[in-house]
């Protein structure tokens, strides 16, 4: 079996770190070269990340691993000594007040605020101040309000908890906690406080740009619980989007990704690209014979015609035309492809009759990719594939071998 999933996440991710803000890139390296909406944008991703999740479910479950810690301030009064008795201090502090009666001394208290606590406070307070401001930088799409409800309403749990609850209310968070909290947090034999380090040193990692920490993040929340096979369709959609903007030199703008959306996922010079969306262009032709009967026995049977789509359509708004389909067939194993190819050709043939209105058949077909994941590199190799639909494996996408669908780009027939 190919291990394909991994390969999926990152060239679906680095894409869309160069695309997803407005066609602005993030570059990485410099922590200067994130800019302020960029790095709030990944903050937003930190509040809902894993870490963050884990840190709050065992605060929630295990709230008696909070201990408050022993520290000691420094205090100067009259009468009771409630501490250690700094001498030097104590007597230049009678000579220069004149009253012999006051006393410098370290008070011992007991407090949620500092140490590995201020770390633990430090890290719940700013991802509630993260989200609270939420709605501001992120389109509501239900994928994201979902999850953002439910780690929210958790946080606020938090904060209503006895004691460190208070202390995690109190916290500034333009007040990081001290190196030394930092490292009394990472060495707690309490899990609690190792996990409130874990997810601060994630944020640290994100803000100073460290690229493998925020492609790990970015796989598991600007991506999401995609199945694999989805994951495919998407790269094959991103690609096609990048590649015909590129041919085309327009500029490549993501809108947010929505499976199955109505909406287009990109957009570049008068196009826009469309993901499991049969596009506003659609028309049902009459159907053939076959489907006829089809929809005549369904009829029978009270069930409603299917409604499958296209998995990647390029629609030219201006010119009201459909300028490529994509059809992508994903298989884990190295069995058989050419089962892939068949049903994908099959649906491609199916799909562009959905555009004949504003498109001539064969010319649409021409201009489409067949996209199976494990498509032999040389399968395709002594086949005159010049009136057909362009064949892509899963290697072709994930190293932008497209050269040969550009091609038919180049030059408008």
Known sequence: MMVVEPALDEHIVRMLIRYFRQGNGVRF??????????????????????????????LLHNRHEAQASQEFDLQCSSGFVRGRLLTN?????????????????????KSFAE???????????????????????????????????????????????SGIGEAIEQTNVRSRPSKKAVVQAGKSRRMLYR??????????????????TVMRLLNHSLVGPLEEWQKFELLLALRMAETLSKTLKTKLTLHPIEYGSSRPIASFGDCDVYWQSRSPLQSFPEPEPSERI??????????????????VVVVDRVKQSVLALGEAKFFGGVGSWTEG???????????????????????????????VSNLPGDAMASVDCSQTPVPLSLLDLQNDNMLKWAERFSTED
Request: aromatic share 8%; glycine share 6%.
């Open 115 to 161: 140490g590995p606590n201020h770390v633990l406070g430090w890290v719940i307070q700013m991802s509630r101040h993260v989200l609270r401001r939420y709605k501001n930088l992120l389109d509501q799409s239900k994928g994201y309000n979902a999850r953002v409800s439910a780690i929210s309403d958790r946080l606020e749990s938090c904060a209503r908890l």
């Open 341 to 371: 190819v068949r049903a994908a050709v099959e649906q491609l043939v199916r799909y562009s009759r959905l555009y004949s209105h504003c498109n001539e058949q064969g010319a649409l077909l021409r201009k489409s990719i067949i996209a």
């Open 195 to 212: 996990r409130a380090y874990d997810a601060f040193l994630l944020l640290c990692k994100i803000e100073s740009g460290d690229e493998q």
């Open 89 to 109: 201090a104590t007597v230049i502090e009678r000579r220069v007040s004149g009253d012999r009666s006051r006393s410098v001394y370290y008070e011992p208290k």
């Open 294 to 311: 089809v929809n005549e026995i369904l009829m029978h049977f009270k069930i409603g015609v299917g409604s499958d789509r296209p998995d």
């Open 29 to 58: 390296g410099q922590s200067d070269s994130l800019i302020s909406e960029d790095l709030e944008y990944l903050r937003i991703q930190w509040a809902i990340s894993g870490e963050l999740e884990n840190l709050v479910n065992h």
